[in-house]
C-alpha cells in the first residue's frame, strides 16, 4: 500500500508583513517531507521560523509561496479547515493562553466535544488524556484560572491527545515544565507513535530530547532548513549546531574538547551510553598511556 507522508512542503517561504517595512522573512525555500507515523523533532535558534513552519501544518497559515501538502491534500487549495483540524492536533509555544473553560473537565472535554463523540465516549477520552500528562482525576472540577503554569500547560496539552488525531504538532510543550512531567509528557507521545502510529512533530530547544524519543530531526537557521535526518547523524555535528545557534549535546560538546586537546575517539558518541563505550573502545585498542 502506498503511505502518503503526513507533511510534504515545496519551496516553502513565508513572510510576514510583506512589501511593508516590518516585512520578515520566516521562512525560504523549505522543501521537507515528514513521514506519516514518525516521531520528527524540528530544532533551531529562537526566531529560525520554527513556529512559523509548523503553523502551515494544520492551515492556520498560508504560504506566501511554494506549497504544503498534508497527508496527500494540497492545503492551500483547501477551503474546509475543519477537516484538517480532525487529523492534526497543533499544541500552540503557550497552550495555556487558551484555556477559557470553568473546569479542567470542560477544557480537556472541549476537542472531543467538537468532534462530535457522546459522552461517554468524550468522559473516557478525557480521563485517558489526563493519565498521559501525568495529572491525577482530582483536578477535573477545578477553576483552570486557579492552576498554576506547569499544571494548565499539562491541561492544554491533554486536551489536544484528547482530540486523538493521527497527528501531532507540539511547540515546545515541555518549556516550563519540570524535567519529571517533561519526561512524561514524551513518554506518553512516544507510546502513541509506537502504539497508534500517531505521527508526532516536536519542537524543541533540548537537543537530549531528540536523540532518546525522534526518529528524524530537522535543523532551522533564520528561516532555512539547513541539515534533517537521523538524531545520531545529525547531532553528532557541533559546528553544524553552533553555527544554527543551538547548544550540542553534552557528550557531543565533550567529544569535541578531546579532540581540541589531542585526544581523539574512534565513534562520535551524541548520547551518554555511546560516550562511555567510545571511551571504553578507544582506550581498550590503544591505553592511556599510548596517547
Ligand atoms: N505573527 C508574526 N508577525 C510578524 N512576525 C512574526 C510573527 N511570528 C513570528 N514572526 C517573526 O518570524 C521569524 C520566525 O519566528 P518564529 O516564531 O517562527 O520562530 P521560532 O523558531 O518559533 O522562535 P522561538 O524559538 O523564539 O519560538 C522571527 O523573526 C519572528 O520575529
Ligand atoms: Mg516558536
Given at each position: 500500500m502506498f503511505c502518503m507522508p503526513f507533511v510534504q512542503t515545496t519551496k516553502l517561504t513565508h513572510i510576514y508583513f510583506?512589501?511593508?517595512?516590518?516585512?520578515?522573512?520566516?521562512?525560504?525555500?523549505i522543501d521537507l517531507e515528514i513521514p506519516e507515523g514518525e516521531f520528527f523533532a524540528l530544532v533551531g535558534a529562537s526566531g529560525s521560523g520554527k513556529s512559523t513552519l509548523v503553523q502551515h501544518f494544520n492551515g492556520l497559515l498560508q504560504p506566501t509561496s511554494g506549497r504544503v501538502s498534508v497527508f496527500g491534500d494540497?492545503?492551500?487549495?483547501?477551503?474546509?479547515?475543519n477537516s484538517l483540524w480532525s487529523k492534526v492536533g497543533l499544541v500552540f509555544?503557550?497552550?495555556?493562553?487558551q484555556i477559557f473553560s470553568s473546569s479542567v473537565y470542560e477544557d480537556i472535554a472541549f476537542g472531543p466535544r467538537n468532534l462530535g463523540l457522546d459522552e461517554n465516549e468524550v468522559k473516557h477520552r478525557v480521563e485517558t488524556a489526563l493519565k498521559d500528562v501525568g495529572l491525577p482525576a482530582g483536578i477535573l472540577q477545578i477553576d483552570p484560572a486557579t492552576l498554576s503554569g506547569g499544571i494548565s500547560r499539562r491541561v492544554a496539552i491533554a486536551g489536544i491527545l484528547a482530540?486523538?488525531?493521527?497527528a501531532l504538532v507540539l511547540?515546545?510543550?515541555?518549556?516550563?515544565?519540570?524535567p519529571q512531567a517533561k519526561k512524561q509528557i514524551l513518554l506518553a507521545l512516544k507510546r502513541l507513535q509506537l502504539e497508534k502510529g500517531t505521527t508526532i512533530v516536536l519542537i524543541t530547544h533540548f537537543l537530549e530530547d531528540v536523540v532518546d524519543f525522534a526518529g528524524l530531526v530537522a535543523v532551522l537557521k533564520k528561516g532555512e532548513l539547513i541539515a534533517s535526518g537521523r538524531p545520531k547523524q545529525v547531532l553528532a555535528q557541533p559546528e553544524l549546531l553552533l553555527g544554527a545557534g543551538l547548544e550540542p549535546p553534552f557528550p557531543v560538546a565533550f567529544t569535541r574538547k578531546l579532540s581540541s586537546k589531542g585526544v581523539r575517539l574512534n565513534s562520535s558518541p551524541v548520547t551518554i551510553d555511546d560516550l562511555a563505550r567510545a571511551i571504553q573502545r578507544t582506550y581498550q585498542n590503544t591505553g592511556p598511556g599510548d596517547r
Open positions: 510583506k512589501g511593508t517595512p516590518l516585512e520578515t522573512v520566516a521562512l525560504k525555500d494540497d492545503i492551500s487549495t483547501r477551503i474546509n479547515r509555544q503557550f497552550p495555556e493562553r482530540m486523538q488525531t493521527p511547540d515546545e510543550p515541555g518549556a516550563g515544565l519540570d
